[in-house]
């Protein structure tokens, strides 16, 4: 393990390693490296094109072993902020140097974590947009209520515990875990999954094929586990919500993208016309047919999945929903959440506020006191 920075004598050094040697010297160096975290304080520059310039070098050295045994190495970087030069200075020469650098390791045996300790979104931005600019594996984490709630978003039915962002924290490779917080899953991803939850040795049934199979062994596999915490609903629950699974995918296959096969539009809550007289009198419709509407949502609206859509549609800032809109747009747009829930007559006399009522002028409904 290395610091990107010198912590200083009295915190400790800044390259060290655990268990590298042998087993003789691990209490004495977890000692080391308990004292080096409970003391250091993130500071300093971000010069990291010159530590990837380090590792290249180190992972030329062993390359041709690593090829051999079939292996890779896998680099954790935890950092709070976009590179900097070795003055703590940002600038394009210095963004452009480390992804030259990033691209200098792309013929060797190895995946990159970036690990970002900050709440900056321009770093979290940075750092996904860099797929486009290199061919290198690699994965970008947030902490762990961060990385819970892109999860969450995609794919609902699975409780993203503590430890499956441990594992991705520590470069664990799996195919379903690299685009958890991507998109939703498809059939074969949950599958690999389930397989790695449950430690199954691929013995699941293939849900493409036999979902009502697969579906059956994992809940009885599931209680045999420990309850998980989950820290999108603050609530101890098992690693899969069977109903929401169920609901989601046994009415089709997932494509290889996650989109569902499945057809949505009979289950999909009535929606207000998207463009309503303004003027005139309406047709009120009769308390039969509201009543049919409201059994409809009962019977078809999940939690979970209109939450989702709300964060997503209306509240949190694309693309990667870890921030919320300003509250004026939230104001101004509020009304495009009616769709999502039960039809109501309320939703024909909703009139949108002005974003201009919102935002500007001297009588700024914001600044009202």
């Known amino acids: 393990m290395q610091l990107f920075n010198d912590p200083g004598k009295s915190i400790g050094p800044q390259f060290f390693s655990v268990a590298q040697h042998g087993i003789d010297g691990i209490t004495e160096e977890l000692t080391v ?16 094109a010159h530590q990837l310039t380090l590792l290249r070098q180190y992972l ?10 079939n292996q890779n190495v896998t680099v954790l970087l935890a950092t709070q902020g976009s590179p900097t030069d070795k003055d703590g200075k940002q600038s394009p020469e210095t963004l452009a140097q480390f ?16 690990r970002l300790c900050t709440d900056d979104e321009r770093a979290f931005s940075f750092y996904n947009a860099i797929d486009s600019q290199i061919n290198l594996p690699y994965d970008v984490l947030d902490d762990f209520f961060g990385e819970s709630l892109e999860v969450y978003l995609h794919n609902p039915w699975l409780t993203y515990a503590l430890p499956l962002h441990r594992f991705r924290e520590m470069g664990f490779r799996n195919a379903a875990l690299d685009v958890i917080d991507e998109r939703a899953l498809n059939t074969s991803e949950i599958r690999d999954l389930c397989n790695l939850l449950f430690s199954t040795d691929n013995e699941l049934p293939d849900p493409c094929t036999d979902w009502q199979g697969f579906f059956n062994i994992i809940s009885m596999l599931q209680e045999k586990e420990k309850k998980q915490w989950n820290p999108v609903k603050k609530v101890h629950s098992f690693w899969i919500d069977l109903e929401s699974l169920n609901k989601l995918y046994s009415g089709g296959s997932m494509d290889d993208s996650g989109s569902s096969r499945r057809r949505r539009s009979s289950s999909a809550p009535k929606a207000k ?26 019977e078809t609206q999940d939690p979970g999945e209109l939450k989702r859509a709300i964060l997503t549609e209306w509240a949190l800032e694309p693309p990667q929903f870890r921030v919320l809109k300003p509250i004026e747009t939230l104001l101004a747009t509020v009304h495009a959440t009616f769709h999502l829930v039960e039809y109501h007559d309320y939703f024909n006399k909703w009139e949108p506020f002005s974003d201009d009522a919102l935002s500007s002028g001297g009588k700024a409904v914001l600044k009202r006191g």
């Open 33 to 48: 490296l308990r004292g080096i975290a409970d003391n250091l304080e993130p500071s300093g520059p971000t010069f990291m």
């Open 60 to 69: 030329e050295d062993i390359a041709p072993l690593l090829r051999e045994r």
């Open 99 to 114: 992804i030259a650098m990033l691209k200098s390791l792309e013929s060797l045996p190895v995946w990159i974590v970036f």
């Open 273 to 298: 016309p998207e463009n309503p007289q303004p003027s005139g009198p309406q047709k009120s419709e009769t308390s039969e047919e509201n009543q049919e509407k409201a059994s409809e949502y009962n």
